[in-house]
Structure formats: structure tokens, C-alpha cells
């Protein structure tokens, strides 16, 4: 926030998934840098959620919690309204990537895909709505998807998928919201290839860590991958009041990939 | 050094003699931008400056027609002896006309290219020289329309040229990515959006005001302040890794049918 003006997220509150780690633990603090009242740390890893949250001081919330779990979410909500009161924002950035073609690719590995990344979404949005409709007079949810959901690539068959799922659910769901005359809006953000604790573990693993990290800048008009920081900067605009005639869209963020 | 996201940036806006126009130029002034707004009406565009003037922020007004190549020089001969540079380039101005395709003469298909598609050219053309031998780079943020995704009724030029604007600046994006990672190419697609464009050629009453707030998902009236706000976000830095995106802004109104 600069010096005592209003933040751009002033008094909301914002549920991250996956907020531990990479895209949602910087779209935590980008919400608290911009005023929010509470921001939701939600995540299966404790270790770097738990610090995390003691970092971020007292509107930062610890919760452990299992984006594939029905009972995770169920439990969640009541939650965060006895310790805010309410819920404005949903930020859906919990994910996994693993790689296969389809010829690699088992149905267990598919099916594991599409647990996390679709289901996992599916369940957030269909519990954080029931809580956000009834609490917030500004309602927002942003998914996270990835360039895959809008131009896939070979040897990413079942994270491509999973992540078009989530594109079109998103449509669904701001057209809905809309029909029912929610004040809640349903966006998504495709990051392109983002320097995260995801693409480490994917440099990790290469033979050539420095090649892989060439590779994976060469398929971007921009020449480089992005920042999680910039990722975080897309979702809080559409969570924003500045957004409030947007809905439904998939926003890029992605050094011009999808342009290309 | 004034501050805000768009703090000390030589932002050019043309057609910032009235709607979108004048509405971004305002926005990204309270943002702390210097304007240079274009046109070719000087009284209004005497109006756009004191409008900014009156609340602190900073503009000017440079006499324009953005479909004619010498006013383009002599623009870009203005910022770079006064200012150093230019950073961010809106190309707004543009025309509209209904129409029935079968009545439409030649002449005004043809002037209505000019307007919209040619005026885009020249304008990113010219910019890009500027930003792409700038460290910073810019940003150029192309106002296209919803009717560059769907078919309007009786408005078939104007559906092609912005259609034309949209796949103009995906391209002009590569191309730029490529001069200089740091300069940017995005267009916008405002729903719509009530200003003296629409009022213009559809007349400006109630009831039309109220067909037009029912035909987009949120049953929400557009206004240039909504597409203002997406305009200070593309060129703010904050979305440095953005480009080559088409971003709508359009109450839903395009969400089940969109793809990227
Ligand atoms: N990094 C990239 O290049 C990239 C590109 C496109 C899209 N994305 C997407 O962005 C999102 C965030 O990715 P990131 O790069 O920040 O990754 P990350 O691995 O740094 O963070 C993801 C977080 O999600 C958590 N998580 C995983 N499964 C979970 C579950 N079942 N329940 C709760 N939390 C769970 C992890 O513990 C981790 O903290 C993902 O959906 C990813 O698919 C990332």
C-alpha cells in the first residue's frame, strides 16, 4: 500500500489455495500489501504454510487443507467465517504438473491430474460460492489455469486437460453467477511457464537444469519466464472493484504465448 | 516524482477528447501518468486537460488525426523533444456506424477502416520505433470491441475492423517481443460501453440505456470508467509479462462463447 491511501483490496477477504508455495503464496501477499482484512492460507504443506502465515502476521490464517478433500472444504468455510466473518475472494491456485503424452500417460496418472486440477477447483468454487454469495457484497473468484488449458502441448496431455476444464468451468460459473444475479464474478489467469517451487522441481529433474530453464524461456515471444509476482498482479486486478465489469474471461499471463 | 502505478510515465491517448478517451486519460492521470491527449477537436480537448488539471494531475493536448501518417510524426517529434520518451500509447479513437450491409456504400466501409484499423497501424508503428529503443520499453493498448468477437446486427465494418485491430496486435506483439522483450501490444474489448459513440448513432434514452444494461451477463451499464481501469492495468508494470492478449471487459456478455 503506498503511504496511508487506500489499498486496492481494502477490507476483503481472500481464500488463497495452495497459498504456501510459488503463484499463491505471492498472491497472499500482494492481497495484504493492498489492504485486505484477512487472507486464507490455505495448503497440504504445514511447513511452509505454518511459516508463512507467522511471517505475514495476524490477518494472515494457517489452515490445513486438502483441495481434493469434500470434507476439507466443508469444514473450511465455517472456519473462516467465525474468524472473519465473511469471504470476498477465492483464488483457486492449488495445482500439480506432472508430464506424459498420451501413450506415457496411465489412467491412474489422469485420473490423479484430474483429481487435483479440475476436481480440486470444482470443489472450491462450488463451497467458497455457497459462503461468498451470502457474505460479500463484491464478490470475486480467480482460478488459476495455465497457457495448457488454451494451447496445449504434446507431452502434457493430462495437464493440458485438466487445465482446459478449468478454463470452461469458470465460463460456467461467472454465467451463472450472473444469472442468479450474484454479485460475484468468475475469471481465470493463464500463467505461461513461471519460475515457481513447480518449475524447480522440473529443473530438478533435468539432465541440464540451465538448458531446461533456456527451453522452457524460448517458447515465450518474451524470451524469459514470468515472475509468480506478475501472476499475482493479474489475479489481484481481477479481484479487485476495478474489474467489477469483467467476468468470464481467461486472462494470459504468459510473455505472449497464446498469441503466438 | 508524483506517484501512483503509472507514476512520471509519458502515457499518449488518442481520441481523449471524450468517452474512453477521455475517461483512461483521466484515470492513468490520478495514477500520476503525464497525458498527452490527441484529437481533432480542440475545445474538447482543452476540457480533457483542465478536467486533469483540476485534480492535480498533469496533461496536455496535442491537435490530431490519427488516420494521417504526417500527424503521427509530428505527435512522436512533440513527445520525444519535450519528454525523452514515450511509455505507454492508447490507441483509442475510432468510429462507429449501423448500417444495413446492403445500403452500406464503399466510401464509408472504407472510411471506417481508416479510422479504426489504419489510424492502429500507424500508431503502433510509430510507437514501437520509439519504445523498442527504450531500456523500458512501453506498452501499447489497442481498443478493439466486442464486435470484433461476435456478429453485431447492421454493423459489419465495424465488426471487421475490429476484428482486424484484435489480430493486429497479437502480431505486432510477437514482433515487438522480439525488438525488445520489455515493449508490450494488447488490445482491449470493451462491451458495450455508453458514450457519445453509441449515443451517436443510437440515440440517448432510457429505454435504450436499459436494453443496453440487459444485454450482458451482468445486466450492469458499461461505463468508460470499467475500461479505464483495465486500460491502467495493461499499462501499469505491474502486467510487464502480458502481451498479446485481447482482454475483455464486457459484463459476461462474450463468456460462452470466447476461447483465448
Ligand atoms: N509455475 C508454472 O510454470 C505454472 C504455469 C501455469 C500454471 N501454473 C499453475 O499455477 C498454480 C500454482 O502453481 P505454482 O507454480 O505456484 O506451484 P507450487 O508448487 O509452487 O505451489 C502449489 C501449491 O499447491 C499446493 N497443493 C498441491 N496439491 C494440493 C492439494 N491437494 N491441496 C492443497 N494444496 C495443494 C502445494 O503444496 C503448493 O504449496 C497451479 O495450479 C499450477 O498448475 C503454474
Known sequence: MTGGVMGRVEGKVVFVTGGASGIGEHSARAFLAEGAAGVVIA??????GTALAAELGDRAMWLRHDITAEADWQDAMPA??????????????????????????????????HRVNADGVFLGCKYALALIRETSDAGAIINVSSTMGLRPTSYLAAYSSSKAAVANLTRSIALHCAEQGYPVRCNAVHPGAIRTPMMEAYLAAAEDPDAQLQAFAAVHPMQRVGRPEEVAAAILFLASDEAAFITGVSLPVDGGYCAA | MSTGRLADKICVVTGATSGLGRAAAR????????????????????RTVSLISETGGQAEFWRQDVTAETDWQALVEHCTTRYGRIDVLVNNAGGFFVRPLEETPLEDFQWLWRVNVESVFLGTRAALQVMAAQAEGGSIINMSSLAGQVGLDQASAYCASKAAVTQFSRAAAVEAAALNARVRVNSLNPGVILTEMITGSYGDSEELQQYFAKDNALKMMGLPEHIADAVVYLAADESRHVTGIALSVDGGRGADFRDK
Not at chain 1, 495448503?43 to 511452509?48: K, L, P, T
Not at chain 1, 473462516?80 to 496411465?106: M, W, Y
Not at chain 2, 490520478?30 to 480542440?42: F, K, L, S
Request: net charge negative; no cysteine.
Open chain 1, 43 to 48: 495448503d497440504i504443506d504445514a511447513a511452509r
Open chain 1, 80 to 113: 473462516v467465517r467465525e474468524r472473519f466473518g465473511k469471504l470476498d475472494v477465492l483464488v483457486n491456485s492449488a495445482g500439480i504438473s506432472l508430464p506424459s503424452s498420451i501413450e506415457e500417460a496411465t489412467y491412474e496418472h489422469w485420473r490423479h491430474l
Open chain 2, 27 to 46: 484515470r492513468m492521470a490520478g495514477e500520476g501518468a503525464i497525458i498527452v491527449g490527441t484529437g481533432r477537436n480542440a475545445e474538447q480537448g482543452a
